[in-house]
């Protein structure tokens, strides 16, 4: 009879820690790109939870995106063209 109760709780305790690393998966992208000052910290944040709700496939590029910052493109502006 302990054995049943002793495994049941083995078994709760391990799935708690897989919803831990759910979660510590989902938020780890958008911490990483806020501690680095990314300008799109709120849309890579958004993007390591999808990657973890979608099972891993958003997720490697959530990270790539954290560690990279965009470059600044300027653009020419016609001035009164019309164009």
Not at 8 to 13: D, G, H, R
Not at 46 to 68: E, K, S
Request: proline content about 5%; charged content about 10%.
């Amino acid at each position: 009879m302990f054995l049943k109760y002793f495994a049941l709780f083995v078994l709760i305790v391990l799935l708690l820690a897989a919803v831990a690393v759910w979660v510590a998966l989902g938020m780890a992208p958008g911490k990483i790109a806020r501690s680095r000052n990314h300008p799109q910290a709120d849309a890579v944040g958004v993007c390591g939870w999808w990657g973890v709700i979608t099972m891993g496939i958003l997720c490697p590029l959530a990270f790539v995106w954290a560690y990279t910052k965009p470059i600044a493109v300027k653009s020419e502006q016609s001035e009164g063209t019309g164009e």
